[in-house]
């Protein structure tokens, strides 16, 4: 359960196209559509000459082959284009992608806390031979998430209400959501972490009274694509895996530095863990945020740093918007819907720089239908962008978050509505999607966004 720009890139709900605003044009792609700065209003297509020729030296293979059927290495089509380096040539085995728990233990002035993190990976070359002998024959996942929701800790942090006791929380198994067409997510508990110098790394921060599966869905596809993924639980997750101290006499939370316990505390932990225990050497780092975790996002590392803020502002929280904006410094996506309950449009705009470039669904559908039905496009996004969902159907707070994590809240939580409802505490738009149950929806538009961005700013 967070404009006035050389460039600017709208993108289609259903991630199958990208219509991008330049002054620069960058090289010719398949199905990209350009618009001067100085003529935002109206398109142009780029003739696609490469690709014509392409196609034109296609056609001369296969008429030769034709012509010299003694000369050839008979086969189909697509291989005699493949063997001439002018048709890719398509993967017919899944990826092999490892889950893995790490016990994170903080250090004593932390009162050794132990956070639980998820992870996501492939493993090293020689593992990965291993895992896909064993696992392609099955043609599925072989591991589930242990994932707890407890009332208590609900009740506590949205009401302050402390007495309800600790066992009304309910545990589920949760099942991957990635298709096994493309990725088998198997147990990663005796695997070693990635310590090749070529893997990214992304931080997953969940938001207010979320989980470290609620953007495991995401974490699933990025590391089907090389990322290594690490979502740690925060203090103010529902699942209340580990017991935060109680404060002493004085008013001061024993053993705990400077009094509290806090993301940063357990993101500096993690990195570092990452470094001497996981012997992780990322070649760069960045992070996603939900809600509470864009700030999270924009208060983690340093403008090397990569940053996507989802259902939140890509601002830090304890500043008044507009103009007096830092830099963050790195590239920075913001993904927010106006269907939001959390976010109105007012709140928004304040929130937003003015150096932030504005990606404007309408756009892209208003000229989709002059473009292709190819549903991968290559572009380009700026250092700083934000798309804004406005649109009857566009989601709400927790659309964003996988299915499976937001099933097992409604399962379990329903009956709980109109008591929150009657006692005016907050329920983060749980209401919408027990009408809406649009994650899978919402992941087909956003899913492909994100992975874009982190490819093309840390890959």
């Not at 699942?239 to 500096?268: F, M």
């Not at 700030?295 to 090397?304: I, L, N, Y």
Request: a negative charge; proline letters at 7%; hydrophobic letters at 35%.
């Amino acid at each position: 359960m967070s404009c006035i720009a050389s460039s600017v890139v709208l993108l289609h709900p259903c991630a199958s196209a990208l219509v991008a605003h330049t002054n620069v044009i960058p090289p010719t792609v398949p199905n990209a559509f350009f618009v001067s700065k100085n003529n935002p209003g109206g398109f142009s297509f780029v003739q696609q000459d490469n690709i014509q020729r392409q196609q034109q030296q296609q056609q001369q293979v296969l008429t030769t082959m034709d012509m010299n059927k003694n000369n050839w290495n008979y086969g189909s089509e697509q291989e005699i284009l493949q063997q001439q380096g002018l048709k890719e040539k398509k993967s017919d085995t899944v990826s092999i992608v490892a889950y893995k728990e790490f016990q994170l233990r903080l250090p004593p002035e932390y009162g050794n806390t132990i956070v639980p993190v998820a992870t996501w990976f492939q493993p090293d070359e020689d593992e990965m031979q291993s895992q896909k002998q064993q696992q392609q024959l099955q043609g599925q996942h072989n591991v589930q998430y242990s994932h707890r929701i407890s009332v208590p800790r609900i009740a506590s942090l949205l009401a302050g209400i402390q007495f309800i006791p600790p066992f009304v929380a309910k545990d589920f198994t949760l099942s991957p959501t990635i298709s096994t067409d493309k990725s088998i997510v198997v147990e990663g508990q005796n695997l070693s972490f990635p310590t090749s110098t070529d893997r990214p790394v992304v931080i997953l921060a969940h938001g207010f009274l979320g989980s470290r599966y609620d953007l495991s869905h995401l974490a699933e596809e990025l590391a089907s694509q090389g990322f290594v993924c690490f979502s740690p639980e925060y203090p103010e997750s529902l699942a209340s895996s580990y017991v935060i101290p109680d404060k002493n006499k004085d008013g001061e939370e024993e053993g705990l530095k400077d009094g509290r316990l806090d993301r940063t505390t357990i993101n500096q932990a993690l990195l570092q863990a990452m470094e001497m225990e996981m012997k992780v050497r990322p070649t760069s780092f960045g992070i996603v945020g939900h809600s509470l975790g864009c700030g999270t996002a924009t208060s983690t590392g340093d403008d090397t740093w990569t940053r996507v803020c989802i259902a939140g502002p890509p601002v830090r929280r304890n500043m008044e918007g507009g103009d007096n904006q830092p830099d963050l410094g790195g590239n920075i996506l913001g993904i927010v819907s106006l269907n939001d309950g959390l976010i109105t449009r007012s709140r928004l705009e304040s929130m937003i720089p003015m150096d932030f470039t504005r990606l404007e669904e309408e756009v892209l559908l208003e000229s989709s239908s002059s473009s292709s039905s190819s549903s991968s496009s290559i572009f380009a996004f700026p250092k700083k962008s934000i798309l804004i969902l406005d649109r009857p159907d566009a989601p709400n707070h927790i659309s964003f978050l996988a299915g499976n994590a937001n099933d097992a809240m409604v399962s379990f939580l329903s009956p709980l509505l109109p008591v929150a409802q009657a006692l005016s505490i907050p329920v983060l738009d749980f209401d919408k999607y027990k009408t809406s149950r649009d994650s899978d929806a919402t992941a087909k538009v956003v899913i492909p966004i994100v992975s874009a961005f982190l490819r093309q700013n840390m890959i």
